[in-house]
């Protein structure tokens, strides 16, 4: 296994991370403005791009190893870059795999801070929802004041809900 062909394979790793991270800011706006039928196809697509990802990763980490193999050091068997990056000779290629391991880098912790602000939009609607279900089946004859716990008659007017949860 040459380090060209490894060096492929992480620049398509590249494209892909960039593709997924264009693809996670575009969503933000789908989820701030409830605009469903669009969030739903960013997420099919980001499925197709997740798959192909996750491919190229098994691919590279099988190139790695068979590299690691024929120089045979066997103790590189993990396939990191900063690895290749100590045993590959050529100036050229360590001077690419070092380009391409902080660009990999940088797109995975972007792409990781724009999930979790994508989770967060996510929880607060979650939330908002929960709110709007509350306030819907509250019981308007419901006492708004304070009352003693061992007041005769505390409890009674608890909400009993919409929903049989007994079955």
């Not at 264009?22 to 099919?44: D, F």
């Not at 491919?55 to 590299?67: A, F, I, P, S, T």
């Not at 000779?89 to 602000?117: A, P």
Request: charged residues 25%; contains cysteine.
């Amino acid at each position: 296994m040459n380090v060209e062909t490894i060096i492929a394979t992480l620049e398509q790793q590249a494209d892909v991370y960039s593709q997924l991270l264009a693809l996670a800011k575009e969503k933000t706006p789908y989820l701030v403005h409830n605009k469903v039928e669009q969030l739903n196809a960013a997420i099919q697509k980001e499925r197709r791009l997740v798959k192909t990802a996750e491919e190229l990763e098994q691919l590279r980490m099988r190139q790695c190893g068979q590299y690691f193999t024929n120089l045979g050091l066997l103790r590189y068997k993990g396939g990191k870059i900063s690895e290749m990056i100590r045993t590959v000779t050529s100036h050229q290629d360590k001077k690419l795999l070092t380009d391409l391991h902080t660009t990999l880098t940088s797109l995975l912790e972007d792409l990781q801070m724009t999930s979790k602000l994508n989770q967060q939009l996510i929880e607060q609607s979650l939330k908002f929802i929960d709110y709007s279900i509350d306030l819907m089946v509250d019981d308007p004859n419901s006492d708004v004041v304070y009352q003693h716990p061992h007041s005769p008659g505390y409890g009674s007017n608890m909400r009993s809900g919409l929903f049989n949860t007994r079955g």
